[in-house]
Nanobody, 121 residues
């Protein structure tokens, strides 16, 4: 059906920056909220940032002032700009989206496969 593909992860030094991208493909009538989650080894998945179709954002307290989420509605793509990275930001980052199929009033949820971010000197 609908797929999300993340990119942009990698190894970065503390204090450095990375930009993650997530592109949605498939039969999508409309996209609602999109967001980024992360999961470190032995930890539960947690919300990092989200953005509504209208551009309203929210962030986890641990990333406020350092991360910025944005989206391109025409391309059904969401981005996460990560600055001033810390070792505790190391995790697999997953993209998430709520979308509506053609001829449907119901919103469905889809997850990407994840991209690894490692912050280490």
């Amino acid at each position: 059906q609908v797929q999300l593909v993340e990119s942009g992860g990698g190894l970065v030094q503390p204090g450095g920056s990375l930009r993650l991208s997530c592109a949605a493909s498939g039969s999508i009538f409309s996209m609602n909220t999109m967001g980024w989650y992360r999961q470190a080894p032995g930890k539960q998945r947690e919300l990092v940032a989200s953005i509504t179709s209208g551009g309203s954002t929210n962030y986890a307290d641990s990333v406020k002032g350092r991360f910025t989420i944005s989206r391109d509605n025409a391309k059904n793509t969401v981005y996460l700009q990560m600055n001033s990275l810390k070792p505790e930001d190391t995790a697999v980052y997953y993209c998430n989206a709520d979308y509506r199929r053609p001829l449907s009033y119901r919103y469905l949820e889809v997850w990407g496969q994840g991209t690894l971010v490692t912050v280490s000197s």
